[in-house]
């Protein structure tokens, strides 16, 4: 992807430059995106290595937060390459949206003064599947595990659909949610200002690569 097309949305309006001034020494969203998708490469091509995650520190300011799924096989600072304090994280079963992962996402913009916000779905989601499975039998499980299927079932295909996959149910998913939190009020004047950016992304299990989307 081009540096020019990294940004969401090119028609916003640049950075005023009072704005610019008091987030200097942040990456704008463009730069920040830029980091973690280097930190992918180095990842998915094995030339990362634990102790990367020890470069960072107490001192280090945050320039970006995820909001992924809590499947231990995606270790969200690993995968992005980034050592302590670099990166926010939000995880919820299917990276679904509640009240709790929405405020931690307006803290991160508006307090930790975060410039991305960046979606991280993966394949062989099992809160994917399992909301594909209610669609399709029309049975909701019960407990609390009812509210994820709400939340992720809107984006499953219709019963019986020639373009049932699972594949395209998570990247469904994960636009979704991408739209839900750009259109979240305390997020607008930074995405109007083009202070922060809210992308998504779809990480693949066997080669570790992150597939923006």
């Known amino acids: 992807m081009?540096?020019?097309r990294l940004f969401s949305d090119p028609t916003a309006a640049p950075i005023p430059l009072q704005q610019a001034a008091r987030y200097l020494g942040r990456p704008d969203p463009v730069e920040a995106l830029t980091r973690l998708r280097?930190?992918?490469?180095?990842?998915?091509s094995g030339t990362s290595h634990p102790g990367d995650a020890?470069?960072?520190?107490?001192?280090?300011?945050?320039?970006?937060?995820?909001?992924?799924?809590?499947?231990?096989?995606v270790p969200v600072e690993a995968v992005f390459g980034q050592g302590f304090g670099a990166i926010c994280v939000a995880r919820s079963a299917g990276?679904?949206?509640?009240?709790?992962?929405?405020?931690?996402?307006?803290f991160a913009v508006t307090d930790l003064q975060v410039s991305l916000v960046v979606v991280l779905g993966h394949d062989d989601c099992r809160a994917v599947a399992a909301a594909d499975?209610?669609?399709?039998?029309?049975?909701?499980?019960?407990?609390?595990?009812?509210?994820?299927?709400d939340q992720i079932?809107?984006?499953?295909?219709?019963?019986?659909?020639?373009?049932?996959s699972l594949d395209k149910a998570t990247r469904s998913?994960?636009?979704r949610t991408v739209a839900t939190?750009?259109?979240?009020?305390?997020?607008?004047?930074?995405?109007?200002?083009?202070r922060i950016d809210v992308v998504g992304g779809i990480y693949r299990l066997e080669s570790g690569h992150v597939e923006m989307l």
């Not at 930190?39 to 998915?44: D, I, L, W």
């Not at 939190?181 to 083009?194: C, D, G, M, S, V």
């Open 54 to 73: 020890l470069n960072g520190g107490v001192g280090l300011q945050p320039y970006a937060v995820v909001v992924g799924c809590i499947d231990a096989r």
């Open 173 to 175: 998913h994960i636009h």
């Open 95 to 106: 990276h679904v949206l509640d009240r709790a992962v929405m405020g931690s996402v307006e």
């Open 133 to 149: 499975e209610a669609v399709r039998t029309g049975r909701r499980p019960a407990g609390a595990r009812q509210f994820l299927i």
């Open 153 to 164: 079932a809107p984006a499953m295909p219709t019963a019986g659909s020639a373009d049932h």
């Open 181 to 194: 939190l750009r259109q979240a009020h305390y997020l607008k004047e930074a995405l109007t200002a083009r």
């Open 38 to 44: 280097a930190g992918n490469v180095r990842f998915a």
């Open 2 to 4: 081009e540096p020019a």
